[in-house]
């Protein structure tokens, strides 16, 4: 799918690797509608790009409908949604005070799964409307899963269990969309320099990479939007979780 004059939905936009997605593609010829946080610097990130900025919490499943209207009528239509909205919540399934809260679980998978479906299937739709280009191409899809699908860590077992479930939709739901022309994959990152993680001292970030195979360091934002554009711009790609990590397994803890 090629990048100049594509439209483009980008789900928490407002920073980090999603914001970078939404940069390159800017660059590259596209146009953005970001959605994220009203807290968030979603305002001042879209206007530097000659976007649109629609106030969006994915949890409200209802809201986040009526929003994606919005930004997709600002655009004039979809091409692409590129999903990053999500969370993590540290509890052990057991611990010193019991179980694991049912309420926290279910928070950590409303805002990863439920959130992230909801966005995928509501794009799909307006997608579905698209008039094929050469390839038979009507759109891409782009969640956001975490290496931690595989590896889960001592105390991150909603998290597992929530990214794992992003991973999971791939598949599956290429095959439910390929008929239209419509694909989707899954990114699955390591530790990236983005939110808490950017001001953390050089030793505590070197202690966290040190299990990678190379480069050690943690990831920068540029090149989890590198890997999105090259997914959009692929026909080929489809149907997959593709790993992010340097060649990174987590330790238990």
């Keep these: 799918m090629d990048l100049r004059g ?4 980008v789900v928490g936009g407002a920073s980090g690797m999603a914001r970078a997605t939404a940069e390159l593609i800017v660059a590259r010829g596209g146009r953005i509608a970001i959605l994220d946080l009203a807290t968030s610097d979603g ?10 900025f629609h106030a969006c919490d994915v949890t409200d499943f209802d809201g986040t409908e009526a929003v994606l209207e919005g930004a997709v009528a600002a655009l004039d239509g979809i091409d692409v949604v590129v999903n990053t909205a999500g969370g993590a919540l540290l509890g052990r399934t057991l611990g010193r005070n019991g179980p694991l809260p049912l309420a926290a679980f279910r928070k950590v998978i409303d805002l990863n799964v439920v959130g992230t479906f909801n966005v995928a299937r509501l794009c799909a739709w307006h997608m579905s409307r698209n008039k094929p280009n050469g390839d038979g191409e009507r759109g891409v899809i782009i969640n ?5 699908a595989f590896e889960g860590q001592v105390g991150y077992v909603a998290y597992s269990v929530a990214k794992g479930g992003v991973a999971a939709m791939s598949l599956s739901m290429a095959r439910d969309l390929g008929g239209l022309g419509i694909r989707v994959n899954a990114i699955a990152p390591s530790l990236f320099r983005t939110g808490q993680t950017v001001d953390m001292p050089a030793e505590y970030q070197q202690a966290l990479t040190k299990d990678a195979a190379f480069p050690r360091r943690l990831g920068r934002p540029g090149e989890y939007a ?18 992010l990590d340097a060649g990174q397994r987590l330790p238990p803890k």
Excluded: D, F, Q, Y
């Excluded at 305002?43 to 649109?52: D, E, F, I, P, Q």
């Design 6 to 9: 594509l439209r483009a939905v």
């Design 226 to 243: 590198l890997l999105a554009v090259g997914i959009i711009e692929n026909p080929m790609l489809n149907g997959s979780t593709i790993r």
């Design 144 to 148: 956001t899963a975490s290496i931690a």
């Design 43 to 52: 305002a001042t990130v879209a206007a530097s790009l000659r976007g649109s």
